[in-house]
């Protein structure tokens, strides 16, 4: 229980609101390429598509990072899950686990666990 204990304590968990926190909460600026684009006499015109493709690139990035965190959600929800029944087969084969902070301890009796399933 405790080896378990040991790898949850390894990666801490985030809320639900940071997981999934509001696409309108990321701001970027474009002063810095605006600058940079009028220094070297960028039409104006030329400029605004320039900040348009970076917002839509930087937009594109965010999705896949948000997409990403919703899949760590998910394996992080398994992990709890497969930890209940690591425990459960655990009480129910008479097998203690033994009082270890190996990663490797865990997860071999994880593995184990999960190709009974």
Partial sequence: MEALQAVKDMFPRMSNSELMGPLDSVVVSTEKLRQRLQEEGVSEELILDSEQI??????????????????????????????????????????QIRNSTSAFTVSSTMQSCANSI
């Fill in 54 to 95: 970076m917002r839509s690139e930087f937009a594109a990035l965010h999705n896949q990072i948000v997409l990403l965190k919703q899949k760590q959600w998910l394996l992080i929800d398994t992990l709890r899950h497969l930890e209940v029944h690591v425990l459960k087969s655990g009480k129910r084969n008479g097998i």
